[in-house]
């Protein structure tokens, strides 16, 4: 059952890149809440302020006006190394081109995870089979096809056991099959771990899973 406690909120958030009359309002006064157990999809065209918006919502970025929570902690008045803590004890990213190390198996990509998270190694082998990637789990990168490498990449994301996914465009680079396939994946992890996942897209197929949409342009919540 969907908590009520939201996992991040964001209110009044502006970021603007710039000053005078040069300055480029990325976000304009969002208004965001997610609850934990709710997937929600992000949508806009390309340069409508989702992956800001992303990075502000991950504390990767510093709004210009407004504040955010993460579960319930204020990100504003934290240090960059408080900021750093906070994300390697509650978030975990996916990016659209997987970022996996090339020399590493997924095995050692997820160890790695963990490694830098301060969790024991031998859990890898448990969130490799989460993603159902157990057989594949001694393969490199360059060994595995698109839908394998993002789900490696979900598994390092959840190394640690992060409260919150936060994903950007985790199904661009993927056929319709595998992209599915991963949005299922990120669905689940949701409704049946009870994690918040934010997922950035473009891709109208992927919308109907989400429990809610939220489009964006130029920098503002659209509904």
Do not use: W
């Amino acid at each position: 059952m969907m908590s009520m406690k939201p996992a991040i909120q964001a209110e009044e958030v502006s970021l603007i890149y710039g000053q005078g009359a040069t300055a480029v309002h990325a976000l304009d006064r969002v208004d965001l809440s997610l609850a934990s157990g709710e997937m929600l999809a992000l949508m806009g065209p390309s340069g409508s302020g989702k992956t800001s918006l992303l990075m502000v919502l991950g504390g990767l970025l510093r709004p210009t006006l407004g504040r955010v929570q993460v579960q319930g902690i204020a990100l504003d008045p934290l240090s960059e190394t408080e900021r750093a803590r906070l994300r390697l004890s509650h978030m975990g990213f996916v990016f659209q081109h997987y970022n996996l190390f090339p020399a590493l198996t997924a095995l050692e990509n997820v160890q790695l995870a963990l490694e830098l998270k301060g969790y024991p190694l031998d859990g890898a082998d448990t969130l490799l089979a989460e993603v159902g990637l157990a057989p594949r789990r001694h393969g490199y990168p360059r060994q595995l096809s698109g839908g394998e490498k993002q789900r490696v990449a979900i598994a390092r994301a959840l190394a640690g056991d992060p409260s919150i996914l936060l994903a950007d465009e985790p199904t661009a680079a993927l056929d319709t099959e595998h992209g599915m396939a991963v949005v299922e994946l990120l669905r689940r992890i949701a409704r049946e771990e009870g994690r918040a996942v934010v997922m950035v897209t473009h891709d109208p197929r992927v919308t109907r899973m989400a429990d809610r949409v939220v489009s964006i342009a130029d920098g503002r919540i659209l509904q």
